[in-house]
């Protein structure tokens, strides 16, 4: 498999090392987060992928960031890995 680079779009002047974790197989039994990171109709795209998962069956829980131009708060960050195995998040205009 090719290599790929993931790229932070935060202002590092020295670019973090993450290692990638192994997707699930599944999301029966995981709880989702959806992370609105608060640009126009990116509730709408997350409204959506809600429907679908729950109609798979999947635990969906929503999460709203104060604002796009910020990295989301320390505390929300926590709340979401401490409630949610995955997260997807909107980014939409």
Request: glycine share 4%; net charge positive; hydrophobic share 40%.
């Amino acid at each position: 498999m090719a290599s790929k680079v993931l790229l932070d779009p935060t202002a590092e002047s020295t670019p973090a090392e993450r290692q990638r974790i192994t997707r699930p197989e599944s999301l029966d039994g995981l709880t989702v987060g959806l992370l609105d990171i608060s640009k126009p109709r990116g509730n709408v795209f997350l409204d959506r992928i809600a429907e679908h998962l729950e109609r798979r069956g999947a635990t969906v829980r929503r999460y709203r960031k104060p604002t796009f131009a910020k990295p989301a708060p320390v505390d929300l960050r926590h709340e979401i890995a401490d409630q949610c195995h995955v997260v997807i998040e909107a980014l939409a205009d």
